[in-house]
């Protein structure tokens, strides 16, 4: 496919993460016209609203660059427009308005729960709804959560760590406990954002816990001391801690149940011991049928997420299912969406980015992933015949989107709304604003509006 020939394939990247956006760019390079369909308002996704908030330089970046790809002008904008079974447009109306190719990059939208008993409590909440809450990401921004004094995080990534932060530095809680299935040899975090909470380690603590889980560690060959080394060489560039927050670990202990009180709210967490048992060059986790409390009055599931069940793809495993013999895979991955009761690819659909592998691993990764998903729309938009009234077709799609009752946010309306906040945040001597809400951003829209002449 020649670039310059953009008025004969006209796409749809739905989500404007960075999976989507570079996704637009690489196939707009190709000579694609695309149409990127975001549920935000704003564009950005994970590096938007996933990102810890006080991260500024980095977000910024991340802003730059997308705002040097959106200026193409083969890429079209639509903000503020839901793609769903019950969204403002489904899978099946985008086809049927004359899209060639469509790109699923929706993320992984949905929350992943272990279906214990009290997941249902005040004070049990999942770390992805935490993270949009402190992100501005509406409507979580607008949310209650109510945290107490003692708070249990379950997992042992990165995602923990950005959790234990805010808790930390933000909030500034008594205490918070990292619980974790298996041991501290297998922890996810890095080195870089253990150092945001180092410094609120409780040191004593730490070589406790290292003792008491040493002989199950040395049952399968790991080192206890090695694992504590690596926790505490964050310290030497730790950040100054603002609160007296205690921090601690918990590990080999798998959670069995939230318990509440007569007013629903969480008072403990149970969990269950466990040791280790070696599995294909790894380790499994082995319940041991030993239970025992944490007081705890606030717990939050740091485990990961899946795909939006009701988007209109089939799911299996928390994620679309992709061929599982592709007709256009990149590096042997499949990006085709698949239906396993037909037994046959979704026509002309393809998925990328944490659509395609929910919760695997950031901005870089969703990159690449986003770029493949792309070739492998164009090797499929290589087979089709070109669609000479893609014109028409684009401007059918921009009738039927101006029917709607509500806002989609253009292109320019959004640079609109970028630079009324960059103003806001001149004014309050901030390194950032951000508005909390989709009408105060409307709204923001429209102040900014250019007058017509008198």
Same mark, same amino acid.
């Given at each position: ?25 690489? &196939?707009?390079? @190709?000579? !694609?016209? *695309? ?6 308002? =704003?564009?950005? +996704? /994970? ?49 049927? &308005?004359?899209? @060639?190719? !469509?790109? *699923? ?6 929350? =992943?729960?272990? +279906? /214990? ?49 805010? &808790? ?287």
């Amino acid at each position: 496919m020649e670039t310059g020939s953009h008025n004969h394939y006209l796409a749809a990247v739905i989500g404007a993460g960075p999976a989507g956006i570079y996704a637009a760019k690489q &196939l707009a390079n @190709q000579g !694609v016209y *695309v149409v990127l369909i975001n549920r935000d308002i =704003k564009p950005g +996704g /994970l590096a938007e609203y996933g990102i810890y908030h006080s991260k500024h330089k980095m977000k910024e970046g991340l802003r730059n660059q997308f705002r040097r790809i959106l200026e193409t002008p083969e890429i079209e904008y639509f903000g503020n427009l839901v793609v769903g079974q019950e969204g403002d447009l489904s899978l099946k109306e985008l086809q049927a &308005l004359g899209f @060639q190719a !469509v790109l *699923v990059t929706v993320g992984a939208q949905g929350t =992943k729960w272990l +279906g /214990l008993p009290g997941e249902d409590l005040v004070g049990v909440y999942h770390a992805k709804d935490i993270v949009y809450h402190y992100n501005q990401l509406p409507p979580f921004s607008q949310m209650e959560f109510a945290i107490g004094k003692k708070v249990a995080i379950i997992g042992v990534g990165n995602v923990m760590l950005d959790i234990a932060r805010w &808790l930390i530095r933000d909030v500034k809680v008594d205490q918070v406990t990292a619980v974790a299935r298996r041991g501290p040899a297998e922890v996810k975090f890095t080195k870089k954002e253990m150092e945001s909470v180092a410094r609120n380690l409780d040191l004593k603590a730490l070589d406790e816990e290292i003792e008491r889980v040493a002989p199950r560690m040395g049952d399968v060959g790991q080192d206890p001391a090695a694992s504590k080394e690596f926790i505490l060489s964050a310290l030497e560039k730790a950040k100054d801690p603002v609160s007296e927050s205690r921090f601690i670990f918990d590990f080999l202990a798998s959670p069995s149940r939230m318990i509440g009180n007569e007013r629903g709210e969480v008072i403990g967490l149970e969990v269950e011991d466990t040791a280790l048992e070696p599995k294909n060059g790894d380790t499994k986790a082995k319940r041991l049928g030993t239970k025992r409390v944490l007081e705890v009055d606030t717990v939050i599931f740091c485990i990961g997420d899946r795909v939006d069940e009701d988007f209109g793809l089939p799911v299996r495993w928390n994620e679309f299912v992709k061929n599982p013999a592709p007709s256009f895979p990149v590096q042997e991955n499949s990006y085709e969406a698949y239906d396993p009761e037909r037994e046959k690819p979704v026509e002309g659909v393809f998925v990328a980015g944490w659509s395609r592998e929910a919760s695997n691993g950031l901005v870089g990764v969703a990159r690449k992933d986003g770029e493949s998903g792309a070739q492998a729309v164009l090797q499929y938009l290589d087979t089709q015949t070109p669609a000479d009234d893609f014109l028409q077709r684009l401007n059918n799609f921009r009738a039927h989107v101006a029917k709607l009752d509500k806002k989609v946010v253009s292109k320019a309306e959004w640079q609109r709304l970028e630079a009324h906040e960059q103003i806001e945040a001149e004014k309050r001597g901030l390194e950032a604003f951000k508005y909390a809400s989709n009408n105060e951003m409307l709204a923001a829209i429209e102040k900014a509006a250019p007058q017509p002449a008198d």
